[in-house]
């Protein structure tokens, strides 16, 4: 199975804030790599996938790159709406595998 | 609009079966690559398995924790997903969710006796 590491677990940052979040898979995913938003209560959101290709109707705030093993999902100018826990995943081969999440929170 | 609403989750005690739904509306289930996905109280996401759309074989591919025990299934004529867990397990406790590049809300499963 190809093993998710998601960093860091948990930020806080302030309305305005550049975050960046990372992914490192434990091998190569060929840039079949997704980015999720979750919001308690809410249904989940596919932000990125295919590693930089924005979602339809995703703000352009925004952005993600990488490749090979290494992928980076970085919001330009943090909202309020944006506090919410990210997750990485894989779709290059099953079982299809998440990282552990980043929980972004209001500083 | 597309949309997906799960249903049929609820109390279960170990060894016990559910059968999960998903509704599916504004695109067809079968022309969809459609995935179960779970996530534990307070913990991650993890991937139950996953159906393929009809052109591409309709493959089915399960997590290994639930291979055996649970079956994907759709049916057309109604644009509905399922998810057929027997032998449940404490451990399957959790929201469960049914997703393309939508999610729905999710419904909650509870093992225990």
């Known amino acids: 199975d190809i093993q998710m590491t998601q960093s860091p677990s948990s930020l806080s940052a302030s309305v305005g804030d550049r975050v960046t979040i990372a992914c490192l898979a434990s091998q190569s995913v060929g840039n079949y790599l997704n980015w999720y938003q979750l919001k308690p209560g809410k249904a989940p959101k596919l932000l990125i996938y295919g590693a930089s290709s924005l979602q339809s109707g995703v703000p352009s705030r925004f952005s993600a790159s990488g490749s090979g093993t290494d992928y980076t999902l970085t919001i330009s100018s943090l909202q309020p709406e944006d506090f919410a826990t990210y997750y990485c995943q894989q779709s290059y081969s099953t079982p299809l595998t998440f990282g552990g999440g980043t929980k972004v929170e209001i500083k | 609009e597309v949309q997906l609403v799960e249903s049929g989750g609820g109390l279960v005690k170990p060894g016990g079966s559910l059968r999960l739904s998903c509704a599916a509306s504004g695109f067809t289930v079968s022309n969809a690559w459609m995935t179960w996905v779970r996530q534990v109280p307070g913990k991650g996401l993890e991937w139950v398995g996953r159906?393929?759309?009809?052109?591409?074989?309709?493959?089915?591919d399960y997590a290994a924790p639930v291979k055996g025990r649970f079956t994907i299934s759709r049916d057309d004529s109604k644009n509905t997903l399922y998810l057929q867990m027997n032998s449940l397990k404490i451990e399957d406790t959790g929201v469960y969710y049914c997703s393309t590049d939508y999610w729905g809300q999710g419904t909650l499963v509870t093992v225990s006796s």
């Open positions: 159906i393929k759309r009809k052109t591409d074989g309709g493959t089915i």
